[in-house]
């Protein structure tokens, strides 16, 4: 921790500490002023390299977190109905027998595993996760990705090859920027990680470029637009179609020379899109046809523009396919891989994108095994979150994989709160037999835990985020040491998670950590010495092992050095003086820059063909269901829509009083109109119902949003009995995904439909 610490006072025990925030996809760095092991200030580092001093208001609350008095310390069993603190020793005890016990009677195909957002901001979940998941030895994963990314990540895979080559808007050069159905005023951005987006759009529009934001309400984002675009909830896809459709008809497509070379499907998808003209749209979309051909105009002729989707775009029946479009456009106004357009970031940590042979690779495929109640194909080793409750509940069914579901892990997720139909998914929680949950809080989830194993606080673990820098709009490596010691006794949250992979293994109760750290690390090393492409082929494991190993480094920070050494901007252990390792990245505790993104292609290609699969067959086979929902969606009635605010964190952050308190959040927003046809007024109560499930929300009327949508932010709804969140309780809402429909899916991701759900709405006393 030395290395870090710098004294800025002369105050005995006052020192300052930088830490990456961990909270969300920005990854602001934060300046840490402490006084011995207390908290004494949080702000933003202004000499970080990416975030220059940036941070919103939930980043300074990483201390009121820390100091939670209902954040865990200790784990939790639940004895006769009530969850009561033991030692650590006694809870592993428990876990062995619970896992002991269900493998015995019901196999292992019987465990579930749900993985949930937090633990892709975690060093520890993102190294040991998979260690965990691949000792558990089912197909039954799950994880926030099918209520969230996955439909990008899908359309990435099929275009160019991997889950994780994702273009991101380069932000900072752009002259246009068109966001559909993200608010990085609210969420500071998402697949694009840059820190104070806000800012970014201002400097953007500062130098003359021009904002546009697609989204059924005037969002905070769409207030500091330039243009303002209301669609149709789950209509971005033909939106985006006929985008495409004008680019071909006005002769406006041109992918330039670089791009064109290495593309595939143009004609295909010229052909795909001819009936999705600007007219035929029009009536589904809710955008007049006009304005639909003067934004391709006006993408394919600004000096450089990106298209950019998110959760809007992505949480709707058609999320893969609204995603591929989005590339399309890009593609098709000569914007993909160019500076000011749509680029890819170069992670120094390494990851898909970088590794395997460049510029070809395996084909990806989905539906690897079939969920065992609904048929739902596997995605990236994962069934539709929306799926779990009926693999608990429904006894017998046909179809491939074994039984159901008796038991459950959970990695800090809250799918009672955070997935569809989240009343049938409470229900079937109640109904398992055994469930570990590695947690912070007993919540709407938890509290079905048999034992909650909590991981120390945020501010005692190390950080460096290895899922979402590989998003960024620069290249830019960010580690940070754990602020504060573990409280003593208190495992850190890897060693959680490699001990339950050893309990899974079979191990004992007092199975010590390190087993399962040799083991993966002992498998990394030998990945990289065994791959061509790696800048270590052909070395001596042993060697590159003790090197890693030396003044007793282990756990994520040994697996950490090697994905850098080995990486882009690697050292190469050796080959490459002064590149990365993580001892250079803990000489810049302030981050290091390695530059604005530049072009990749066709280096990041990994499609079998080495081309850009502008028309992949998969995508290209989804266009005639696309057409189908043109008229159903042109008749649609009432529907609702999420959003976020600022201060709040999906379900987890509303026990940190500074952040709820002031005016409610969890309203229900309705359209003037709306709510004279409906007898609602602001401040009264609408009785909100759909397809699953009914909720009462407190009515807040307001012009910015469309006509005929009604939005409800999610992550609320936090009275459910057995919860310890004091604060959170008190101040309750309502829980939108009550809701959502459990059956709702885009069949080619198997995410849900969080986006336009039809509802209908009565006035309550
Ligand atoms: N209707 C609707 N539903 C949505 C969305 C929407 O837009 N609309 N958004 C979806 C999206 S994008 C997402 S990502 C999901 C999120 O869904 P989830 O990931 O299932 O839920 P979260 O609310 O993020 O809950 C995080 C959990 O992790 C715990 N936790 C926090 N920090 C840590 C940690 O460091 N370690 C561990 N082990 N646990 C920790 C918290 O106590 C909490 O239980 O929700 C989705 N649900
Ligand atoms: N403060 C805060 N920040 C967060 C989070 C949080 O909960 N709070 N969560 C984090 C997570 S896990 C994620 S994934 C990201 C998400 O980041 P964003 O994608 O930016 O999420 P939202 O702020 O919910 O913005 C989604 C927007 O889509 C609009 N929308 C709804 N339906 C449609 C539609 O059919 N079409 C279009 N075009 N728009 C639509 C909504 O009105 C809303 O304004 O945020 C992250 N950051
Ligand atoms: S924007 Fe995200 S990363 Fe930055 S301070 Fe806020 S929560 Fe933390
Ligand atoms: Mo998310």
Redesign the pocket.
């Known amino acids: 921790m030395s290395e870090t610490t710098s004294s800025t006072s002369t105050e005995p025990d006052v020192r300052t500490v930088f830490r990456t925030c961990p909270?969300?996809?920005?990854g602001c760095g934060l300046e840490i002023t402490l006084k011995g092991d207390r908290v004494t200030r949080i702000r933003g580092d202004r000499d970080d390299v990416f975030s220059h001093g940036f941070i919103?208001p939930?980043g300074s609350t990483l201390r009121q977190l820390h100091e939670d008095p209902d954040r865990l310390r200790k784990p939790l069993v639940k004895r006769g109905g009530v969850h009561v603190e033991v030692e650590w020793d006694e809870a592993w005890q428990v876990v062995r027998d619970g896992i002991a016990g269900i493998i015995d009677r019901h196999g292992r195909e019987s465990i579930a595993v749900y993985q949930g957002?937090p633990s892709?901001h975690s060093l520890s979940a993102m190294t040991f996760g998979r260690t965990l998941s691949q000792a558990v030895g089912t197909r039954q994963h799950y994880s926030?990705s099918t209520v969230?990314?996955m439909p990008r990540q899908v359309a990435a895979a099929y275009v160019f090859g991997t889950a994780v080559s994702v273009p991101v808007p380069d932000l900072d050069r752009t002259d246009y920027l068109m966001?559909?159905?993200?608010?990085?005023y609210?969420?500071?951005?998402?697949?694009c990680t840059a820190p104070d987006f806000p800012g970014r759009i201002e400097a953007m529009r500062a130098r003359g470029g021009k904002l546009v934001v697609?989204?059924?309400?005037r969002?905070r984002?769409?207030e500091e637009a330039d243009e303002w675009l209301p669609?149709?909830?789950?209509?971005?896809a033909l939106?985006l179609m006929a985008l495409v459709n004008v680019l071909f008809a006005d002769g406006l497509a041109d992918p330039g020379e670089r791009v064109a070379a290495l593309l595939d499907g143009v004609e295909e998808l010229r052909e795909l899109s001819v009936e999705f003209t600007p007219a035929a749209v029009a009536p589904a979309v809710g955008i007049d046809a006009a304005t639909i051909r003067r934004m391709a105009h006006e993408l394919a002729e600004a000096p450089t523009a990106t298209v950019y989707?998110?959760?809007?775009?992505?949480?709707?029946e058609f999320g893969t396919t609204a995603s591929w479009l989005v590339d399309a456009v890009n593609i098709l106004t000569g914007n993909l891989d160019r500076i000011g357009g749509a680029m890819f970031a170069m992670p120094v940590a390494g990851g898909a994108s970088t590794r395997g042979p460049s510029g070809t690779g395996k084909e990806f495929r989905i539906g690897r095994g079939h969920s065992r109640v609904s048929h739902r194909p596997e995605v990236m080793g994962e069934y539709p979150a929306a799926a779990l409750a009926e693999e608990i509940l429904v006894a017998d069914a046909g179809g491939e994989g074994a039984g159901r579901v008796r038991a459950l892990v959970t990695v800090a997720g809250n799918p009672v709160l955070s997935t569809p139909n989240s009343g049938q998914l409470d229900i079937a929680l109640a109904d398992l037999e055994f469930m570990v949950s590695v947690d912070i809080y007993l919540n709407e989830t938890t509290r079905h835990a048999s034992v909650i194993l909590p991981p120390p606080s945020q501010l005692q673990r190390s950080h460096y985020d290895l899922l979402l820098l590989q998003f960024a709009v620069r290249n830019v490596a960010n580690y940070s040491p754990a602020p504060l010691p573990l409280d003593p006794g208190q495992p850190d949250e890897w060693e959680i998670l490699a001990k339950l992979a050893l309990l899974f293994h079979g191990a004992e109760a007092d199975a010590d950590p390190s087993t399962a750290d040799e083991m993966a690390i002992g498998s990394l090393v030998h990945h990289a010495v065994s791959d061509p492409s790696s800048p270590v082929h052909g070395r001596d494991p042993d060697e590159l092992l003790a090197t890693l190993s030396a003044n007793g480094r282990h756990g994520p920070e040994r697996m950490l050095d090697l994905m850098l050494r080995t990486g882009p901007f690697g050292d190469g252990f050796g080959a490459v003086p002064g590149g990365a390792s993580l001892d250079l990245l803990l000489e810049h505790p302030h981050g290091m820059d390695f530059g604005a993104l530049e072009p990749r292609l066709p280096e990041i290609l990994r499609t079998p063909s080495g081309r850009i699969e502008l028309a992949h067959p998969v995508l290209a086979a989804d266009v005639p269901r696309l057409a189908e929902a043109m008229d159903r969606l042109a008749g649609q009635t009432m529907v609702l829509?999420?959003?976020?605010?600022?201060?709040?964190?999906?379900?987890w952050?509303h026990n940190i009083e500074v952040l709820v308190k002031g005016t409610p959040r969890c309203t229900l927003q309705v359209h003037p109109d709306d709510a004279v046809d409906h007898g609602l007024v602001h401040g009264g109560y609408a009785a909100v119902t759909s397809r699953v499930g009914r909720i009462e929300a407190v009515v807040e009327v307001t012009d910015a949003?469309r006509p005929g949508?009604v939005?409800l932010?999610?992550?609320w709804g936090h009275s459910m009995p057995g919860a310890r969140l004091r604060v959170a309780s008190e101040r309750a809402g309502v829980n939108s995904n009550v809701l959502t429909d459990h059956e709702a899916l885009d069949p080619l991701s198997g995410t849900s439909v969080?986006?336009?759900i039809p509802v209908t709405l009565v006035a309550v006393g």
């Open positions: 909270l969300c996809e920005a919103c939930k957002n892709a926030a969230d990314q966001i559909l159905g993200g608010n990085p609210a969420s500071n951005g998402s697949l697609v989204d059924p309400r969002s984002t769409a669609i149709r909830p789950g209509a971005d939106f989707g998110r959760i809007g775009t992505t949480t709707t829509v999420g959003r976020r605010h600022l201060r709040s964190n999906n379900s952050m949003i949508v939005s932010p999610h992550g969080l986006n336009g």
